[in-house]
């Protein structure tokens, strides 16, 4: 079946060299870079260098040293900034996306009688919901009433006319994923935050599966507010400290959950009884950085900003367009459905596909040498990832699937469910 084409889409990638800066698992093709992406040299040097200064500086670290400790947040966020399409001051490196999601709600959802609706949608990520629906109690409002979730057609997309009909003037807050974590689907967020602004309605967005994939313009659409996690094509490493958005029209206010770190820096040590915040993004970090989270993504930074986020989406475009081919070429035939949608300004870097067996296919997979990822009931997640995947990689991958549908090797596997995230 190979036709060939891999090994030379491989030789005129020019994306290719970076592949050896990263560990690579020996026995595998790693194709779950969406939910962890892989450790990379740079990441493991600055890792080690971090732990070098503690040693080195002790107290002093938070003032001396290649990447002093006090500024770390905000000059890790200045670095994520040209990621998002943000000024450096809009971006501050911290939290996590649910614990980030709660202190942009703190701040911002401000609800009144006439507007307190927050609008999200139905295949919105647990954490996200988990942490709307706990706003809401918060401000004694019951859940059912004030969180009205956008519906899907087909169970995979949502249809931005459909977001737009739920834009009431009761609507406070938009809150929507860039791109969806099941389907892979990517929303036309400048279109959305351009109809929720023009009923007043304030926009958050969460790139957890967008962000390091592609170029984004937060500041450009006039993005309120957003989060995302460091962990998945950023490359952070497990636990990476989180990113944090926040427009600079919004510049200026207390955060809904104060904390020193959130200080002017200027005023931090004057140990006040009143907190005097930053003037910037800064001000929505609540404590001390968490110092051994952020130093892996410095380093790996470094190979994304060498190889930039246009040619990193460039790449990912051309290997899922690849893969998808592959999967219509090869495993059309043995029911596998692929409910990403295919036009590029539609989709991330991820291709999902619907199969009745998949929990079974999955187990298969990961013996057969093949790591994707299953989410229940039906749907493998398949992410080639521009960095460190190659067209080969696909090439075999696909192959392999095809010889555990051809054996009915997954026949084997209980219908068990995975655990794993
Ligand atoms: C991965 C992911 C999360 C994870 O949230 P954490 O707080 O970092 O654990 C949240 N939302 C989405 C959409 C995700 O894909």
Not at 20 to 42: M, V
Not at 144 to 164: F, K, Q, V, W
Not at 216 to 235: Q, S
Not at 294 to 310: D, K, R
């Amino acid at each position: 079946m190979d036709d060939g084409r891999a090994w030379e889409l491989d030789q005129s990638d020019p994306v290719a060299y970076v592949r050896e800066q990263f560990h690579l698992p020996q026995d595998a093709i790693y194709l779950d870079g969406n939910s962890l992406g892989l450790a990379s040299k740079t990441a493991e040097r600055v890792f080690l260098e971090a732990f070098d200064e503690w040693k080195t500086y002790a107290i002093d670290g938070w003032s001396h040293g290649q990447r002093p400790w006090l500024y770390n947040a905000e000059a890790l966020g200045a670095r994520l900034a040209p990621f998002v399409g943000a000024r450096p001051a809009e971006v501050v490196a911290t939290g996590s996306i649910s614990v980030n999601i709660h202190q942009l709600l703190s701040s911002f959802y401000r609800p009144t009688p006439a507007r307190s609706i927050i609008l999200a949608d139905t295949l919105n990520f647990p954490t996200d919901l988990y942490a709307l629906q706990s706003q809401l109690r918060l401000h004694d409002l019951d859940v059912a009433g004030h969180l009205l979730c956008t519906a899907s057609r087909d169970g995979h997309l949502i249809d931005e006319d459909d977001i737009i009909a739920n834009m009431s003037d009761q609507v406070a807050v938009l809150w929507l994923p860039t791109v969806l974590y099941r389907s892979g689907q990517l929303l036309d967020v400048a279109r959305l935050t351009d109809e929720a602004h023009r009923r007043g309605i304030l926009v958050g967005l969460d790139l957890a599966h967008s962000v390091g994939c592609m170029p984004h313009r937060l500041h450009d659409w006039g993005v309120d507010f957003a989060v995302w996690c460091n962990y998945k094509y950023m490359n952070g490493g497990p636990g990476a400290v989180g990113g944090l958005f926040v427009h600079e029209g919004h510049f200026g206010g207390m955060p809904g959950l104060a904390g020193w770190f959130g200080s002017d820096k200027g005023k931090q040590f004057a140990m006040d009884d009143h907190l005097t915040p930053a003037g910037d993004a800064g001000a929505y970090q609540i404590g001390t950085p968490h110092l051994f989270s952020s130093a892996p993504l410095f380093g790996s930074l470094e190979i994304m900003e060498a190889v930039g986020i246009e040619q990193i989406r460039a790449k990912s475009l051309r290997l899922t367009d690849y893969l998808m081919r592959q999967i219509d070429l090869v495993l059309a035939p043995f029911d596998f459905t692929v409910v990403t949608p295919r036009e590029h300004h539609r989709r991330g870097g991820h291709v999902s596909v619907q199969h009745n067996d998949a929990a079974r296919i999955v187990k298969a997979m990961k013996v057969a040498g093949i790591v994707p990822d299953y989410r229940e009931p039906n749907i493998i997640r398949l992410a080639p990832i521009a960095l460190y995947t190659s067209y080969q990689d696909v090439e075999d991958a696909i192959q392999r699937i095809r010889r555990i549908m051809m054996d009915r090797s997954y026949d084997a596997f209980e219908n068990e469910r995975d655990i794993v995230a």
